[in-house]
């Protein structure tokens, strides 16, 4: 009830002002006040476009005045407004005015150092191009797919019904539907609020099996197959691991197992729902493969790939030398980087644990162009990903297409308040607390994440434009440019080793990564290979 205490006081306080007003006429300006107080605080319980005003009527305006000048204040006194807290005010500035169709343009000039090392920019063409559709779109599907999907460049990164309120999944849904791009589900399963806007559905099967266990916990076909052949879900992701909390598993304790969150997941209330931190289907790259087409025939053809964040090399390496042994190969792959974000997770593993995006996402690009099956297989790529310029840059290190959440729930209202894992989300997207996400309005939130996609896309769309570019495909790390020094400048093909196509086939190439692991790796195991556990023996010894 904390969060209704001004309003409340105000209702309190207005009579006894009005009877103190009789006796000292001064009070009238308080019964003024409290009166308005009462206006305000009415209005914002009954609106519904701010689920933070339904939630925190009057004093949300406090809030509201300090953010207007806040500017000011981190200018003179704070911060400046690139400073990643993990996101900085410029990315959700960018995010807020594009989701309410608000301009996005700046004056005065860059905020940001031209002559700083890391500063990056893209090209310009002296011919620029001339794009009149920014819906950006690939195809995900190889040989053995015969249900491939037009997926858009930009689309929901895995967030799961019980991370996300209902109301949240409702929204990103529904903006979905109308953006004709995809929401993937998380590892939570299909809710029942993913299904009511219609929006094309990622499905992601965590270790948990969610939606598809039987009562053991393990993988389960006929629940598989109910819920895989909706044609609302588009493609099957397994998901290895996540970028936040690789290897790390999790439990949703049984108190937070509600009744509806049980019917998703297809697990009994009042047990402890747990995700091992490994899979149970399968215990090795070409098991994994081989579940991989399992899960195809399965769906009857629907595109299946899996989600990863890279860890150990030798892993990934046993994973495409399956590939190449079986001719058993996923249609897609998600490379989730280190700095991807989730609800709660332990210090340690959000800190150091993890490749981070950029260097995962060449490692997987490099290796399947090295085995010359790049053109068979799709990359998604997700990591801190909010502007057009972040996705060009990330599909021009290899990527086809982006995932962003915490950009998505940007455009939902989220003010990252870092208290995810707290089931008090002040804006009703990250808790399941109805008291909170009720006065989230899926409706008036569907079409700002509609807008923020749109005009992302069309963002997009001028930069590309401006490099002489009419799509995505076209881009290339020759497209990117960095500052490595006060004097040097290198793009990204220059400043980075990429692969010729098959050039893992005719010999080792002169890359560290690969000149160390590659020979190791093996498709039976994804223990250390055997001279890496010979030296951890020798230092027992």
């Known amino acids: ?31 003024a006040l409290f009166a308005a107080m009462i206006i305000i605080g009415t209005l914002d319980i009954l609106q519904n476009r701010s689920a933070l005003r339904r939630n925190y009527p009057v004093l949300v305006h406090f809030r509201y005045f300090f953010e207007s000048i806040g500017p000011e204040i981190r200018q003179y006194f704070v911060q400046n407004d690139l400073e990643n807290v993990p996101f900085s005010r410029q990315d959700r500035s960018l995010v807020y005015r594009r989701s309410r169709n608000e301009m996005d343009v ?11 090392v890391d500063y990056e920019w893209i090209n310009h063409s002296m011919r620029p191009a001339r794009i009149d559709n920014t819906d950006f779109r690939v195809t995900i599907g190889g040989p053995g797919c015969t249900q491939p999907y037009s997926a858009s460049v930009f689309n929901i990164s895995a967030m799961s019904f019980g991370a996300l309120s209902a109301n949240a999944v409702r929204a990103l849904n529904g903006g979905a539907k109308l953006g004709n791009f995809a929401q993937d589900t998380g590892e939570g399963s299909i809710s029942p609020y993913h299904r009511e806007r219609g929006g094309d559905l990622i499905w992601e099967i965590g270790s948990g099996y969610f939606g598809c266990r039987d009562e053991q916990g393990r993988f389960n076909e006929e629940r598989f197959i109910a819920n895989a052949t909706d044609p609302q879900v588009k493609m099957i992701e397994i998901k290895l691991s996540q970028g936040a909390k690789p290897g790390h598993g999790g439990v949703l304790p049984a108190a937070k197992v509600s009744e509806e969150i049980a019917l998703t997941r297809g697990v009994p209330m009042g047990v402890d729902c747990v995700s091992p931190p490994g899979h149970s289907a399968f215990s090795n790259p070409v098991e994994l493969l081989q ?50 974000g989730t609800g709660a997770a332990p210090v ?29 297989i799709r990359i998604g790529a997700a990591g801190k990903i909010t502007s057009a310029f972040d996705i060009a840059r990330t599909i021009s290190m290899g990527a086809d297409w982006c995932n962003a959440g915490r950009a998505f729930m940007f455009s939902l209202g989220c003010i990252q308040a870092l208290s995810c894992h707290t089931d008090k ?42 490099a002489g570019l009419t799509h995505t495909d076209q881009l290339g790390p020759e497209h990117i440019l960095r500052r490595v ?10 400043l980075y080793r990429f692969l010729e196509p098959g050039e893992l086939l005719e010999g080792q190439p002169e890359h560290s990564v690969f000149r160390d692991y590659w020979p190791l790796a093996r498709t039976d195991s994804f223990d250390p290979p055997q001279r890496i556990q010979h030296l951890r023996d020798s230092r027992l010894h």
């Not at 700046?106 to 700083?116: E, K, N, V």
């Open 1 to 31: 009830m904390h969060r209704y205490l001004v309003y409340l006081l105000a209702i309190i306080l207005l009579p006894v002002s009005v009877v103190l007003a009789f006796k000292w006429p001064s009070w009238y300006w308080g019964s």
């Open 106 to 116: 700046l004056p005065f000039g860059t905020l940001r150092s031209a002559y700083q």
């Open 291 to 340: 579940f991989v087409a399992r899960l195809r025939e399965l769906s009857g053809g629907k595109p299946v790939g899996f989600k990863l964040a890279i860890g150990h090399p030798w892993e990934w390496f046993g994973i495409a030398k399956a590939m190449q042994e079986t001719g058993l190969m996923p249609d897609y792959i998600v490379v989730d980087g280190a700095e991807g």
């Open 348 to 376: 340690e593993f959000m800190d150091h644990v993890g490749v981070p995006m950029n260097e995962a996402l060449m490692l997987v690009h490099n290796t399947l162009v090295g085995l010359n099956i790049r053109q068979h």
């Open 425 to 466: 989300c002040p804006t009703g997207i990250a808790t399941q607390d109805r008291a909170r996400s009720s006065n989230l309005d899926p409706t008036q939130k569907t079409a700002r994440v509609f807008n923020y996609h749109r005009n992302t896309m069309r963002a997009l769309g001028e930069l590309l434009s401006a």
């Open 485 to 494: 020094s006060p004097t040097q400048i290198r793009s990204l093909g220059s």
